[in-house]
């Protein structure tokens, strides 16, 4: 137990030297460097897509999202989105699956950021993070599970909990109001499984968010800086930190419903995923409550 509260005291923002460079497919695969968080915006929203051995699950996702994207554009000519799609430490083609829509759409639109080695969806969400030029970020699964268009749902919360264009808010896409019809399908043990992870969950760091696993959040440019830099678990826990950080520093969290389906090939093995979540939820608690982790408003250098 002390060798688990006694590592990774700082955020992991290390990046390999090939991390910070894009592949330009139709510059004869030139590199380019990616920006910083830092930087001023230059797009409306970037939108962070991490992915693990995706290359079966990718297209559907970003055909989806590419059709509305680009629908967007036009009818709003003014509208500028760029899609950042990184590829955990993959070992299968989704690097490759990616380029594809790099070489269709143009870098502007659509970069691919692959991963010297796996991070987990945290970290991979995270890297995705740091190197956006919106002034609104999205992450969004892989999977397609969330129907991409509810995007304009979470932007509308993010209006109204949102004050300036510099102020700090987050918004969470939920599935809870499909947790009846889930629970009718579900055996007994996963069910109680998942009903005592959400009580963890409120227990021990986040209260008045029904879902926090969803992988459909939105973010100001400014909470996105704050909350990432943050960050300490690069696993399925992610979510539950950077909402537990988003309340320390009194962030407005909006949640709103969002229409979602199961997409078979899910990373996750329901029953060994829940508890080892349980348990990082456990050391989250332990390591803010010992001082072992910190929070900092004024972000450090990556």
Known sequence: MIGLLMTSFLPDLTRHESEK????????????????????????????????????RLPAMMNEAMEYLEQR?????????????????????????ALMYSEKYGTEKVRVLTLEK????????????????????????????????????????????????????VVCGSRAHLEKEAIATRSVFRTFLMLG?????????????????????????????????????????????????AQHFKLPVGEVAITWQEIEGSKVTPVWSWLQMGRDLLLIRLRYLTGLWTMHRKPKND
């Open 21 to 56: 460079y894009y592949t330009d497919p139709k510059q004869g695969g030139t590199r380019q460097l990616f920006p910083c968080i830092r930087d001023r915006p230059t797009l409306d929203l970037s939108v962070i897509v991490p992915a693990y051995n995706e290359q079966d």
């Open 73 to 97: 554009q036009e009818k709003d000519k003014s509208f500028k989105y760029e899609i950042i799609i990184v590829d955990d430490g993959s070992t299968d083609k989704t690097s490759e699956v």
């Open 118 to 169: 796996n991070r987990g969806k945290g970290g991979a969400v995270r890297m995705g993070m740091l190197s956006a030029r919106g002034k609104t970020l999205l992450f969004a699964d892989a999977d397609g599970a969330s129907t991409f268009a509810d995007v304009a749902k979470l932007e509308a919360e993010l209006e109204k909990i949102n004050t300036t264009e510099d102020s700090m808010a």
């Open 197 to 245: 992870f959400h009580f963890l969950v409120w227990f021990l760091c986040v209260r008045g968010v029904r879902d926090t696993q969803c992988g459909f959040k939105l973010f100001t440019r400014s909470a996105a800086k704050l909350l990432f830099y943050n960050l300490h678990v690069e696993r399925w826990a992610f979510d539950v930190e950077l909402l537990h950080i």
